[in-house]
């Protein structure tokens, strides 16, 4: 699939110069399983949209520590730090997991757009899908127990326990890889 397929069928806009601007500044990037594909302190200057494949964001500690503080998995879901599109730098690491395919297009591709309509409504579609994923998440971090937040993640990320390592999963859930193994085998 091309670029200007994948804008034209997951993003609404049907101002042809809006559009145009957009397919002209898109590319498609390919990362490696364990390939960086922005690190902390970047700055955000892209839109990126999981193709295919499996990333996480993670944030590491004055120690050296990795938590990772989400997944990416579904077709089409945005990929960002924690500045979405602002042009600051972010705390975020992103890692491709599994070989993925990202959209890629550059924040000044939609610059001149910023009050266009279309573009807004974009941006507050998106900014709310990021918001509510992080408020669920958080909550369910906070209120519920191990094993509660093992059966939230089998429902949130179908599949994905199969896919990535244990220790990222474990992190996610803020629970140790031991309690994580205890907790699966357990079900069985």
Do not use: C
Not at 62 to 83: D, H, M, P, R
């Amino acid at each position: 699939m091309d670029a200007e397929t994948i804008i034209m069928n997951t993003f609404p806009i049907r101002d042809p110069e809006v559009r145009s601007a957009l397919v002209s500044a898109a590319r498609i990037e390919t990362f490696q399983p364990g390939e960086v594909i922005s690190h902390s302190g970047d700055t955000e200057n892209y839109l990126r949209l999981l193709i295919k494949g499996v990333v996480r964001g993670y944030m590491v500690d004055s120690a050296g520590k990795e938590t990772t503080v989400y997944f990416v998995s579904e077709q089409y879901q945005l990929i960002t730090g924690n500045t979405l599109m602002q042009g600051i730098e972010s705390d975020v690491e992103i890692q491709s997991l599994k070989t993925s395919q990202i959209l890629t297009i550059p924040n000044a591709a939609t610059a001149g757009f910023r009050t266009h309509p279309e573009i807004r409504s974009l941006y507050i579609k998106y900014l709310t899908r990021v918001s509510d994923f992080q408020w669920r998440t958080k909550k369910m971090l906070y209120m519920k127990t191990a094993r509660e937040r093992y059966e939230w993640f089998l429902k949130e990320f179908p599949g994905l326990i199969d896919q990535v390592q244990h220790s990222y999963i474990a992190s996610f859930l803020n629970i140790t890889p031991v309690t994580l193994s205890r907790v699966r085998h357990s079900e069985k």
